[in-house]
């Protein structure tokens, strides 16, 4: 029976191997046409690799929390410790899922948003709220602005899908295509936040805790969502001047 350590050890390969695939086919639905082959072949790659990534930050979160204490001798502060890598971890790894959850319900039920309602897309979605709830708390009392940085932006992200998906009125046609790209762009933002966390430490162990370089991918991944909202919006009001009729 494997040991904690090495049964951590194994965690981080499988995560790093999940990873990977998640972190190299991310970008290929956003280069590829949308709704093409390759779109939904790299999607479902990336989903693929950032669920069993998620899973496995889970997994490793616990251990980080209830493991071995020396694992990591060159970390003093135990408190900040179990912040990183175990509740951020954790709320990284079910923020994952439900960004992944989330992107791919909203194209399966883009003619039906009632169904995102049922107790099956609310679970994971109260689950994402309420980690990310207790990331933030706990990085307030250890003094770490970057675990309530993490989990106001999953909170957040959350509160806009639940207007979505409970929103009385029916949405404007093709309002799911945006819901599907924000989530997993939020996807890519949390995987890669999680998984700069399983490298840096082993790679720059004095940089571990530096909020600069855990808030890289936050900043580049709302940068796309900006860029390719705006982007978006401008094309919709093209289309729709250039289908307005000519006043007679």
């Given at each position: 029976?494997?040991?904690?350590?090495?049964?951590?050890?194994?965690?981080?390969?499988?995560?790093?191997?999940?990873?990977?695939?998640?972190?190299?086919?991310?970008?290929?639905?956003?280069?590829?046409?949308?709704?093409?082959?390759?779109?939904?072949?790299?999607?479902?790659?990336?989903?693929?690799?950032?669920?069993?990534?998620?899973?496995?930050?889970?997994?490793?979160?616990?251990?980080?929390?209830?493991?071995?204490?020396?694992?990591?001798?060159?970390?003093?502060?135990?408190?900040?410790?179990?912040?990183?890598?175990?509740?951020?971890?954790?709320?990284?790894?079910?923020?994952?899922?439900?960004?992944?959850?989330?992107?791919?319900?909203?194209?399966?039920?883009?003619?039906?948003?009632?169904?995102?309602?049922?107790?099956?897309?609310q679970t994971v979605i109260a689950a994402v709220v309420v980690t990310g709830?207790?990331?933030?708390?706990?990085?307030?009392?250890?003094?770490?602005?970057?675990?309530?940085?993490?989990?106001?932006?999953?909170?957040?992200?959350?509160?806009?899908?639940?207007?979505?998906?409970?929103?009385?009125?029916?949405?404007?046609?093709?309002?799911?295509?945006?819901?599907?790209?924000?989530?997993?762009?939020?996807?890519?933002?949390?995987?890669?936040?999680?998984?700069?966390?399983?490298?840096?430490?082993?790679?720059?162990?004095?940089?571990?805790?530096?909020?600069?370089?855990?808030?890289?991918?936050?900043?580049?991944?709302?940068?796309?969502?900006?860029?390719?909202?705006?982007?978006?919006?401008?094309?919709?009001?093209?289309?729709?001047?250039?289908?307005?009729?000519?006043?007679?």
């Amino acid at each position: 029976m494997l040991d904690g350590m090495a049964l951590f050890e194994a965690l981080v390969v499988a995560h790093v191997v999940t990873g990977a695939v998640g972190l190299t086919a991310f970008w290929g639905p956003i280069v590829t046409r949308k709704g093409a082959a390759n779109h939904r072949k790299w999607g479902r790659a990336a989903c693929y690799g950032f669920l069993g990534a998620g899973a496995l930050a889970i997994a490793m979160a616990f251990l980080s929390l209830y493991g071995p204490e020396h694992r990591h001798p060159e970390v003093t502060d135990r408190a900040l410790f179990d912040g990183l890598f175990g509740w951020m971890m954790l709320y990284l790894g079910v923020l994952t899922i439900g960004f992944v959850d989330y992107g791919l319900a909203v194209v399966k039920h883009a003619r039906d948003r009632a169904a995102l309602r049922s107790g099956r897309y609310q679970t994971v979605i109260a689950a994402v709220v309420v980690t990310g709830v207790w990331c933030g708390m706990y990085g307030f009392a250890v003094g770490h602005p970057l675990m309530m940085l993490v989990a106001f932006i999953g909170i957040v992200a959350m509160l806009i899908q639940q207007r979505y998906i409970w929103r009385s009125e029916n949405p404007p046609r093709g309002t799911h295509v945006g819901e599907h790209f924000r989530a997993l762009i939020g996807m890519g933002i949390s995987a890669y936040t999680a998984f700069l966390s399983v490298g840096l430490i082993r790679l720059v162990p004095d940089q571990v805790f530096n909020p600069a370089i855990w808030a890289g991918p936050s900043v580049i991944g709302v940068s796309l969502i900006l860029w390719f909202t705006v982007r978006g919006k401008r094309a919709g009001a093209s289309k729709a001047s250039g289908a307005r009729p000519h006043p007679q």
